[in-house]
C-alpha cells in the first residue's frame, strides 16, 4: 500500500508513513495525514514528533479534544517538546480553557525562550482573561525577539485601549500602521483612541482610512457617523449609519446610533422607529437601559411613545 503513488512505502517504515503524513498536512489533506500518521504510530507508538503533527491536524478539521489528547501523548513521551507544549497551549485558547493554555504557552517558553509565538499567544490567554497588563508584558516580551510582529503591536495597542493608557495604545497603533500601512483595524482603533484624546479630526481621518481600505466595514461606518453627529453634521452621519446597515443589516449598534442622530434633532418619529429596531435586533444588548441615561436623547425623553419603547410596553 502507498499514500503516494509514486513513493512506494514500506509496510513497517514508521518514519516514511511519519513523512507523508507531514507531507499531506503541507497539502492541506488533513485526513489522509491522520491516517498517515496512524500508521507510523501503530508501527513506533513512542513517537511524539507523530503524535504531536497528528494534533495539528486534528485540530485543522475542529477535532479539538481529540487534538489535545495527542498533545498530551507528545508531551509524555518527549517532555522537552516545547512544540507541543506550544500546541497544546493553542488547542487550550480554542478550547477556552485559557489558564491551561497559560501553562502550557509557559512550558514552551521554559523550554525555549525566545519562541516569541508562545510569548504573543500568551499573551493572547491573558487577554482573553482580561489581565491586560499581563498581555502587555508577554506581548512586548514577543516584540522584543521579533520587533516586526504588526499583530502583537495591534494587540498591545487593544490592550493599552482597555486599560485607558490612550497615548500608549495610539503609539501601538502607529507602530502597526508603519509596519503595514493598510491594516485597516489599526486606523479603525486609532480613530477610537484619538477620539478619548479629544482630537476629532484625526478620529475622522483614521476612519475614513480604514474605510478606504476596506470599504464594506461596516463598525468604521459606524465609528465615522458617531464622530460625525458629534460635531452636528447629521446628514452625513446617518449616511454613515445607512452604509453600516447596507453592509450589515443586523447591527443594532448603528440603528440605536441613528436613533440617537435623529433624537438630537427631535425627529421624534425616526428616532423612535430607529430604536425600536435596535431593541428588535439587539439579541440581550441593553438599548432601553442605555437610553433611558443617553444624553442624545434629552430632546424626545418625555414624549409618550419614546417613554413606552424604553419601559418596554406594548403600546407605542
Not at 7 to 31: E, M, R, T
Not at 143 to 166: M, T
Not at 234 to 247: L, N, P, T, V
Amino acid at each position: 500500500m502507498s499514500l503516494f503513488p509514486h513513493v512506494p512505502i514500506s509496510p513497517d517504515d514508521y518514519q516514511g508513513w511519519y513523512n507523508a503524513g507531514v507531507n499531506f498536512s503541507k497539502l492541506g489533506k488533513y485526513q489522509q495525514a491522520i491516517t498517515a500518521f496512524d500508521r507510523a504510530i501503530k508501527i513506533k507508538p513512542d513517537y511524539p514528533e507523530a503524535w504531536n503533527n497528528r494534533g495539528n491536524a486534528l485540530k485543522q478539521i475542529g477535532r479539538l479534544q481529540l487534538a489535545l489528547t495527542n498533545f498530551n501523548l507528545a508531551i509524555s513521551f518527549a517532555p522537552n517538546s516545547y512544540l507541543a507544549w506550544y500546541n497544546r497551549g493553542n488547542v487550550l485558547n480554542d478550547l477556552e480553557r485559557y489558564r491551561e493554555a497559560i501553562s502550557s504557552f509557559e512550558g514552551a517558553i521554559q523550554i525555549k525562550p525566545d519562541l516569541y509565538q508562545a510569548w504573543y499567544n500568551l499573551g493572547n490567554a491573558w487577554n482573553s482573561l482580561g489581565y491586560y497588563q499581563k498581555a502587555i508584558e508577554n506581548y512586548q516580551q514577543a516584540i522584543e525577539i521579533e520587533p516586526d510582529l504588526y499583530q502583537v503591536w495591534h494587540d498591545e495597542g487593544q490592550a493599552f485601549f482597555e486599560l485607558g493608557r490612550y497615548q500608549e495604545a495610539l503609539k501601538c497603533f502607529a507602530q502597526v500602521i508603519k509596519l503595514k500601512p493598510n491594516h485597516y483595524e489599526a486606523w479603525n482603533f486609532k480613530g477610537r483612541t484619538l477620539f478619548y484624546l479629544e482630537d476629532t479630526e484625526g478620529e475622522i481621518i483614521s476612519y475614513e482610512k480604514a474605510i478606504e481600505i476596506k470599504i464594506h466595514y461596516q463598525e468604521a461606518w459606524n465609528n465615522l457617523g458617531k464622530a460625525l453627529s458629534n460635531l452636528g453634521d447629521w446628514y452625513k452621519a446617518i449616511a454613515c449609519f445607512d452604509e453600516a446597515i447596507k453592509i450589515q443589516p443586523d447591527y443594532s449598534l448603528a440603528y440605536y446610533n441613528k436613533a440617537r442622530c435623529y433624537a438630537l434633532q427631535e425627529k421624534v418619529y425616526l428616532a423612535i422607529e430607529n430604536l425600536e429596531e435596535a431593541i428588535n435586533l439587539a439579541a440581550g444588548k441593553p438599548y432601553r437601559e442605555m437610553a433611558k441615561t443617553d444624553t442624545g436623547f434629552g430632546n424626545i425623553r418625555f414624549n409618550r411613545k419614546f417613554q413606552a419603547l424604553i419601559e418596554g410596553d406594548i403600546m407605542y
